[in-house]
């Protein structure tokens, strides 16, 4: 019986042995990947990222992404400009006896929630439809002290606006207080909003600005209004402003710290960072030659004439042993909706081979004694 024991023991070690190469692993080998890229039917390419290949990546679309434009700043007037639909409250003082204006042991008058017509004016008394849209309220206060003036040549008019729609604009969300904000003059800009409504949610990542206006959309992220001043454009009546979390994200998988998706934290993400945020990779599984970014460009990318990838399946590879590829690392850009894959190391499978093949050994061992 023993030597039947012994016998079964060493077909069991070969069976091991023979399937080893379909062992359980975290993660792919990297040669498994990039395996049939050099053929002439392969439908991916393989670039590793190096100083030298830098300059011609950078040329090439970036992906995952819509791309928007934002408004160039401009200066408008520091002054509170009428529009159709605002409201004017008017005082008119006159102390002439037997005032046309006033009733009797009157001094003042108001004419309350005169609202601007779509035409732009108002209707007084004794004066009639007055044009006030498009001045001043100083120079719509002086307009209608002079055809006041008429009827009664001592008349003072005091007046006051309450902002409409085409004088404000919408503070639709990702702030403490959203809502309506009346622009007190023309130079109310994006980042005077955002402040009247109180301030950026704190719980955003990179929050991203997209304005609405008309038809169009803009956007821009937060940081980038922090940075360059000059961007921080002016809004007209009717814009709409909505402060949300950057959408972009990218995905991790394999010996790496953490398989998930994350969010970009900051408007250009390198390869470095996203290993940083995805919390490096595993010390005792990955090859740290082999860090792959599996990326997927647009079918016009390929079109002759323009720079860009052989394939629209690419493979980008990254050497963290050598200091050329970290320092190219810092610098390759990730894009939204890349893959990050930490590959497995060979010497990881050899390992568990090892420890395979040695309980085999140690159980013949045993059925021998």
């Known amino acids: 019986m023993g030597k039947i024991t012994k016998y079964i023991l060493w077909i069991a070690l070969c069976v091991t042995v023979a399937a080893c190469g379909t062992l359980p692993r975290g993660a792919a080998i990297q040669t498994e990947i990039t395996k049939g890229a050099d053929k002439p039917e392969a439908d991916f390419a393989v670039y590793p990222v190096s100083k030298a290949f830098l300059p011609s990546v950078a040329e090439w679309p970036k992906t ?37 204006l006033m009733g009797p042991d009157e001094r003042s008058t108001e004419l309350s929630n005169l609202r601007v017509s779509e035409g732009g004016s108002i209707f007084v008394p004794y004066v009639g439809k007055v044009r006030v849209a498009d001045r001043t309220p100083d120079n ?122 994350f969010d970009f934290n900051r408007d250009n993400v390198s390869a470095l960072d996203a290993l940083s945020i995805i919390g490096g990779v595993n ?38 042993t050598t200091s050329d590829g970290l320092f190219s690392a810092r610098n390759f850009h990730i894009n939204s909706g890349d893959l990050v894959l930490a590959t497995e190391s060979p010497v990881s499978s050899a390992t568990v081979i090892v420890g395979l093949v040695g309980s085999a050994f140690g159980l013949v061992n045993i059925a021998s004694n």
């Open 140 to 261: 719509a206060r002086m307009l209608l002290q002079r055809q006041l003036e008429t009827v009664a040549p001592g008349v003072q008019v005091q007046l006051s606006v309450t902002e409409g729609r085409i004088n404000s604009v919408d503070m639709v969300g990702g702030v403490s207080s959203p809502g309506n904000i009346r622009m007190p003059d023309q130079n109310f800009s994006v980042m005077a909003a955002i402040s009247a409504a109180g301030g950026v949610n704190e719980a955003l990542t990179n929050p991203q600005i997209k304005l609405i206006r008309s038809h169009k959309t803009y956007r821009t992220s937060l940081q980038r209004l922090f940075d360059n001043p000059d961007m921080d454009t002016r809004l007209r009546g009717g814009d709409r402003v909505i402060v949300e979390k950057d959408p972009r994200y990218f995905l991790s998988l394999g010996a790496a710290g953490a398989e998930s998706q």
């Open 283 to 320: 010390d005792t599984r990955a090859n740290p030659k082999g860090v792959l970014v599996l990326r997927e460009y647009p079918a016009s990318a390929l079109k002759s004439g323009q720079r860009g990838p052989r394939q629209q399946r690419v493979v980008f590879t990254i050497d963290l």
């Open 64 to 100: 995952g992404e819509r791309g928007y434009n934002w408004l160039s700043h401009s200066h408008g007037s520091n002054a509170q400009i009428i529009r159709a639909g605002d409201t004017l409250n008017v005082i008119i003082w006159d102390s002439a006896e037997n005032s046309l």
